[in-house]
């Protein structure tokens, strides 16, 4: 049996592994992709201090040339469920079936899906959710973003270092996004910055994306759309738990305690106010430390 398994190996989950064995815990950690997380499709990170400027793919692996120094014990696995047996929490994955005292779930979001037929017709036929991975398909084409968050911003500033004109379609007449993003982004010639902008339809020829239709009526010809809409909590392993709140996320208190005794939560999938890197790797520190003292508490007895 370990000590705790750590579900995700993004931010969160490698540096709750990280505390968790530096603290003298046996540790292990399941990952069902790509170790890093969203960090991999992230085009450039300047906000995590110490890392300088760099690409998403280049921050991860510094992080995993870090947590290789610990010796900590990694499985590529998707968990399909998981069981609270009070002091025994059981995993079970598509390959096998674990035994820990404590878990620390880290398993994160994903962007959210359009959730209509012609969006899903059309992936990879010119609608993408990630523009780190598609961006080249693009080379000197028309695209356009929906979405004026920071990920919507951000990825428009690398799609637009290809695209020969890049959309961003924007509902509301208001941009969250930081100034940051926004000042670079009006600064490039071939941003186009559209408030007020919904869209209403998606036009295909041959099978393809050919164009939209903004607030049912114009059409813009464009070769790409790239979808930056919302996330969704990974949650699909634990709802029996009850857990979470309504919307998905997982509430915690700030020692990243769950409702549930021995069951940590931290990063994303968290119900908070940030969701960055940095505060995910502070969160997974803090839900380390917290299963080391769980544990220690559970030893004694
Ligand atoms: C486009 C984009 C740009 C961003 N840019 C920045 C930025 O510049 N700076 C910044 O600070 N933040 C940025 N973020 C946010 C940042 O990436 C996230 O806040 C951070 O990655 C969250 O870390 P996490 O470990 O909680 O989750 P994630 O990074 O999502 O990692 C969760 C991991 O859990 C795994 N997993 C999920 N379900 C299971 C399962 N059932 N079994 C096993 N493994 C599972 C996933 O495969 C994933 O690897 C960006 C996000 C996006 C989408």
């Known amino acids: 049996m370990y000590d705790v ?27 069902k992709s790509l170790p890093g997380g969203l960090i991999n499709i992230t085009n450039k ?37 998981i069981t609270d047996e009070n002091k025994v929490k059981i995993v079970r994955t598509n390959k096998g079936e674990y035994k820990a005292k404590a878990l620390i ?3 994160g979001r994903v962007p959210k899906k359009g959730d ?13 959710y990630c523009a780190v991975c598609d961006a080249p398909f693009y080379k000197d084409k028309v ?22 004109k890049l959309y961003m379609f924007i509902r509301s007449d208001e941009i969250k996004a930081d ?18 902008s919904n869209v209403t339809d998606l036009i295909e020829k041959d099978g393809k994306l050919s164009a939209v239709e903004i607030n049912g009526k114009e059409k813009i010809d464009v070769d790409g759309l ?18 979470t709140d ?13 409702s549930i005794p021995g069951i940590f939560a931290a990063g994303d999938i968290i119900k908070k106010g940030v969701y960055q890197i940095i505060t995910a790797a502070s969160d997974g520190s803090i839900a380390a430390l917290s299963a080391k003292k769980y544990i220690k508490n559970l030893d004694k007895n």
């Open 105 to 107: 779930l880290a398993s």
């Open 5 to 31: 398994i750590i579900i995700g190996m993004g931010p969160a989950g490698m540096n709750a592994a990280l505390y968790a064995k530096r603290s003298g815990l046996n540790v292990l950690i399941l990952e």
């Open 45 to 81: 990170v300047e906000n995590y201090l110490g890392n300088g400027i760099s690409t998403g793919r280049e921050l991860v692996e510094k992080m995993l040339e870090h947590i290789k120094n610990f010796d900590i014990e990694f499985k590529r696995e998707s968990v399909n469920e």
């Open 246 to 258: 309504e919307t998905g996320y997982i509430i915690v208190n700030e020692k990243m305690e769950t």
């Open 116 to 128: 209509n037929e012609k969006i899903t017709k059309l992936e990879g036929r010119g609608i993408s």
């Open 179 to 196: 100034e940051i993003f926004v000042n670079k982004a009006k600064k490039k010639e071939n941003i186009e910055i559209l408030l007020n």
């Open 143 to 164: 695209v356009g973003i929906i979405g004026g968050g920071n990920s919507a911003f951000d990825e428009g500033l690398y799609l637009s270092d290809f695209a020969k």
């Open 226 to 243: 790239f979808l930056y809409i919302g996330y969704s909590p990974s949650t699909n392993y634990f709802k029996d738990l009850n857990i």
